[in-house]
C-alpha cells in the first residue's frame, strides 16, 4: 500500500469476501470482514481463523466458502489458538525451507468469541506473541444463536436474556472494556474502529495490524439489524452515531502510546445514538429518564479518560 | 476430486471431500442469495459519479468495481438491505419493492 489511502484504488481489488454468503440483509459483520480482508495487499495470502460465531456458521457451509483465501474452522474458545498454532507450523516450515512467500494470520471473532468464551486463548496468543491480528467484530450480543447478552452487551440493553419488563430493565451491567484489557497485555498494535465514511479509518489501522510484525488486535464495531433492532438499510448512520457520541471512540495504541483517531467537533448526546435503536425503546419511557442520564454520565467519564490518557 | 458445484443435499457421503474440506476458492459466489430480497436497488448510471463510497458498506460484494467505475449490481448475491441508497450522496440508488428491479 502507498502511504495514501485512496478508496477508489482499493475498491478495485478483487473481494477477499465474496457474495453468495449467508450473513442478514445489511449485516455489519460482512462489512467488517470484507473491510478488514481488503486492506491486505493484492499479492499477499492469508489464513483466516473464525471462532464460532455469526460469520463463521454464514461465509463456510460446506461445500461454499466465501473467502477466496484459506480458512479453518475452530470452536467458539480456541480460535486465536488455532491460529497461533498455524502460524507457529507455519513458521517452522519456513525455516526448514519447505513453504514460501508471505502469508497473513487473521482471526475473526465476534464479541462472544472475544470478550467471553475465546478470551483465554486470545489472552494466551498475544502473550506467546505469534505473528497474527485477532479482529473482534463487536455487534454486542450473541447474535447467532439468538440475541443473548454478553459481556460486551451495553448496559439497558435489551437482548432475549436482559429482557425488559416488571423485574428488569435490560442488562444492568457495564460494557467490558476489551481494548483497554488487549492494551494491557503490551501487544505492539491495539485499534479501536468502526465501519465508516470512506473507510480510511478501518483500512489503515487493518493494514497497520496485518503488517505489523507480533500479535495485533482490532476492536471493531458492527452494528447487527436484528439485535440492535433497528432498519438494515441504516448502517452507516448508526456506526456514525456511535462515534459523533463517543459511544464508540476511535482510537489505537502503538507500542503503548495511544492515540485518539477522531475527536467530534461537536460531541452528540448519548440519546441521539440510543433512539434508533430498539433494544434501548425503554429507556425513552416517562420515568426512565435516569437511564439515559447514566448512560450519558458513564459515557463522558470513559471519554474523559481517554483524552487524559491520549493527551488530546 | 469432487467439485463444489456437484455437491448437493443427494451426494453420498461416500463421494464428499474427506474432513469436510473444500478446495476451491470462494465457491460461495455460486450460491443464489438473490432470492432473499424484498426490497431491490435500482442503479442509474447517469447520476452516478463513481465516488465508490457505496462499495466498502455492500455486506454482500454485489457492486463491482471494474476499471474505476461501479457497474451494475450483482442481483444474484444482493439481499436488498438498502446501506448503497443510505449512504450514496447523490440519486444514483433507488430502492423498489419486491425482488426485481423495476
Partial sequence: ?????????????????????????????????????RALNKEDRAV??????????????????AYTDSFIHSAFENAAATCSGVEAAYKALQR?????????????????????????????????????????????AYMNTGIQRSSSTPRFARTTTSPVGSAGQGKPQNKKDITEIMVAHHIPYVAQTAPLGNFKDLHIK???????????????????PRGWDYPASKLAEI?????????????EVEEGIWRLSYIPKKKLPVEEFLRPQGRFRHMFLKGNEWMIETAQAYVDEKWERLLERTGA | MIRAKDINEHTPWQDLTPG?????????????????????PVFHA?????????????????????DGKRLDFDYMHCKGCGICEDVCPFP???????????
Avoid at chain 1, 17 to 32: K, M, Q
Avoid at chain 1, 48 to 65: D, H, K, L, Q, R
Fill in chain 2, 46 to 66: 447517469d447520476a452516478c459519479k463513481h465516488c465508490m463510497l457505496c462499495v466498502p458498506f455492500c455486506p454482500d460484494s454485489a457492486i463491482p468495481v471494474k
Fill in chain 1, 48 to 65: 483466516v481463523v473464525n471462532a464460532t460465531g455469526c460469520v463463521e456458521v454464514s461465509t463456510f457451509m460446506y461445500p461454499y466458502t
Fill in chain 1, 1 to 37: 500500500m502507498s502511504k495514501v489511502y485512496n478508496l477508489k484504488r482499493e475498491v478495485e481489488k478483487p473481494p477477499r469476501l465474496t457474495g453468495g454468503h449467508r450473513l442478514c440483509a445489511g449485516c455489519g459483520a460482512g462489512v467488517v470482514v470484507a473491510g478488514v480482508l
Fill in chain 2, 92 to 102: 444514483a440508488i433507488t430502492m423498489v419493492a419486491g425482488g426485481v428491479p423495476k
Fill in chain 1, 206 to 224: 487493518s493494514h497497520k495490524a496485518i503488517y505489523t510484525e507480533g500479535p495485533c488486535f482490532l476492536n471493531i464495531l458492527s452494528p447487527c
Fill in chain 1, 96 to 140: 526448514r525451507g519447505k513453504v514460501n512467500g508471505v502469508v497473513k494470520f487473521i482471526t475473526f471473532a465476534g464479541d462472544g468469541g472475544t470478550y467471553d468464551i475465546g478470551f483465554q486463548s486470545l489472552s494466551g496468543a498475544m502473550e506467546r506473541g505469534h505473528d497474527m491480528v485477532y479482529v473482534c467484530y463487536d455487534n454486542e
Fill in chain 1, 239 to 251: 456506526t456514525r452515531l456511535a462515534v459523533e457520541t463517543c459511544v464508540w471512540p476511535l482510537f
Fill in chain 2, 20 to 40: 469436510g474440506e473444500i478446495y476451491e476458492p470462494g465457491t460461495a459466489r455460486a450460491f443464489n442469495t438473490g432470492t432473499w430480497r424484498t426490497h431491490t
